[in-house]
């Protein structure tokens, strides 16, 4: 289960990043109003996967978001519970 969580994020951030892949299995897209809700969730987990540069650019971030590297998500991926929610985002 834990491996399945981390090919939906690496192909989520894939996607994100403008990296186009036919392998879109398993990731969902959700509306402002959806992440809202979910947001007060305790098992949400809101991982901000911006490149570098745009993020520096940007003066709006998601309230109670983590700032991760998307390129190293097997290094921050374990540091998360594995029954949790994950949303990812970039610009």
């Known amino acids: ?5 981390v090919l939906v994020i690496l192909i ?3 996607v ?3 990296i186009t892949t036919d392998v879109h299995a398993g990731v969902n897209k959700i509306s402002v109003d959806e992440l809202f ?5 305790p098992e ?11 993020w520096e650019k940007s003066d709006i971030m ?4 983590v700032r991760e590297n998307p390129w ?7 540091n998360y519970p594995e029954d949790s929610k994950y949303v ?3 610009a």
């Open 62 to 65: 998601i309230q109670g978001a």
């Open 44 to 54: 949400t987990v809101i991982i901000d996967v911006r490149k570098n540069s745009d």
């Open 88 to 90: 990812l985002y970039c």
């Open 16 to 18: 994100l990043l403008g």
């Open 1 to 5: 289960m834990r491996e399945m969580r």
């Open 37 to 41: 809700q979910m947001s007060g969730e």
């Open 12 to 14: 989520l951030c894939l």
């Open 72 to 78: 190293k998500t097997e290094e921050w991926f374990p």
